[in-house]
């Protein structure tokens, strides 16, 4: 093994993800197998700002990879949000010589990355949410796991909904994007998608409510309407739509459940591979890099430019959660 290359730290940062674990062990263990010190940050930022911060061995990280959740903990730390709280982090990885900060986690996080790889800190972030909404890339750590638990859970609700004979409004986390939403749509066969890249509140409410009362009178016994966390008011929604239609409405916001959960085989692998692969570029000497996965390719991208890129919901997978979950017969109001 090649000694004393220097010093790495890890951290996970703001909301977390299954798969987040699998992610600190591979870069853990590339680390220490490729020569570098690895310190595990506890507690996002905060960790940084005060000191919690601990050399990590190969076997510190056993035992984690099938765990949902982040055992460094996590937060959204609002002294770091700070320029003071940044340059005050900078000054602490200097002190503690620190060469290279991982960081896993969500555009926020990558934000704060950005900010302090100013202040002469290299970063070098993994991309760590169940929300699929960082731009550079097509795969975020947890969006796999928590679109399968958010997929199961509808499932159940698809089962007392219909023994019932009731619309079901579920709302799925996602903050303002609708992949979980979009994909939940398809796999679960929903009757309507809301999604707030899609959605106009002026006409897209009296749309809906045709919709089901349609759907209703062509003899379907129950609906299943997935609301993304960015349309929200689903308690409003189900009570509007039981009103005008006279059929009995439950909403349900699914909420936190969908963070946790052991992590999906492809969650644990692709954090794995992105783990390994931030060290790779460590050692390559690569500075301020954002990792991710284009066209099924690990690879990398510059912080600055990364913030560069826009991302929108897939048009062809939108039409076809359309076709398939939406009678298009039902033109006229
Ligand atoms: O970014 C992940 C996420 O779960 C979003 O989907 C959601 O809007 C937000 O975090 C919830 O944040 P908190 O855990 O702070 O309530």
């Given at each position: 093994m090649i000694e004393g290359k220097g010093k790495i730290a890890v951290l996970t940062s703001g909301g977390d993800a299954p798969g987040m674990n699998a992610a600190i062990r591979a870069v853990v263990r590339t680390g220490i197998t490729k020569g570098y010190e690895?310190?595990?940050?506890?507690?996002?930022?905060?960790?940084?700002?005060?000191?919690?911060?601990?050399?990590?061995?190969?076997?510190?990280?056993?035992?984690?990879?099938?765990?949902?959740?982040?055992f460094?903990?996590?937060?959204?730390?609002?002294?770091?949000?700070?320029?003071?709280?940044?340059?005050?982090?900078?000054?602490?990885?200097?002190?503690?010589?620190?060469?290279?900060?991982?960081?896993?986690?969500?555009?926020?996080?990558?934000?704060?990355?950005?900010d302090l790889s100013k202040y002469g800190v290299n970063i070098i972030g993994i991309p760590g949410t169940i929300d699929l909404d960082i731009a550079y890339t097509d795969y975020t750590i947890g969006f796999d796991t928590a679109v399968n638990t958010a997929m199961e859970a509808i499932d159940r609700l698809r089962e007392t909904s219909n023994?019932?004979?009731?619309?079901?409004?579920?709302?799925?986390?996602?903050?303002?994007?609708?992949y979980i939403a979009l994909w939940c749509g398809i796999a679960?066969?929903?009757?309507?998608?809301?999604?707030?890249?899609?959605?106009?509140?002026?006409?897209?409410?009296?749309?809906?409510?045709?919709?089901?009362?349609?759907?209703?009178?062509?003899?379907?016994?129950?609906?299943?309407?997935?609301?993304?966390?960015?349309?929200?008011?689903?308690?409003?929604?189900?009570?509007?739509?039981?009103?005008?239609?006279?059929?009995?409405?439950?909403?349900?916001?699914?909420?936190?459940?969908?963070?946790?959960?052991?992590?999906?085989?492809?969650?644990r692998v692709y954090a794995s591979i992105m783990g390994a692969y931030a060290v790779d570029i460590i050692d390559q000497g690569k500075k301020n890099r954002l990792v991710g996965y284009k066209d099924d390719k690990v690879y990398d991208i510059d912080v600055d430019e990364a913030f560069q890129m826009q991302k929108s919901i897939d048009e062809y997978q939108y039409e076809v959660a359309h076709i398939l979950g939406t009678r298009s017969d039902y033109k006229e109001q």
């Open positions: 690895v310190y595990g940050v506890r507690r996002g930022y905060n960790g940084i700002l005060n000191k919690e911060i601990e050399l990590m061995t190969f076997q510190d990280v056993s035992e984690k990879l099938q765990h949902g959740g982040t460094l903990f996590t937060a959204r730390s609002a002294e770091f949000n700070e320029d003071a709280g940044k340059q005050k982090a900078a000054a602490i990885c200097k002190e503690l010589g620190i060469d290279t900060l991982v960081v896993i986690g969500g555009d926020g996080s990558f934000k704060g990355a950005r023994s019932h004979e009731r619309c079901s409004v579920v709302e799925v986390m996602g903050r303002s994007a609708g679960n066969g929903a009757e309507a998608i809301l999604l707030q890249e899609k959605f106009d509140s002026e006409t897209d409410y009296d749309r809906l409510i045709h919709l089901i009362r349609k759907n209703r009178e062509a003899g379907m016994t129950h609906q299943v309407i997935i609301n993304a966390e960015g349309v929200g008011h689903s308690n409003s929604l189900a009570k509007r739509i039981e009103e005008a239609t006279g059929i009995e409405t439950r909403a349900t916001i699914l909420g936190h459940l969908q963070r946790g959960g052991s992590p999906t085989a492809r969650d």
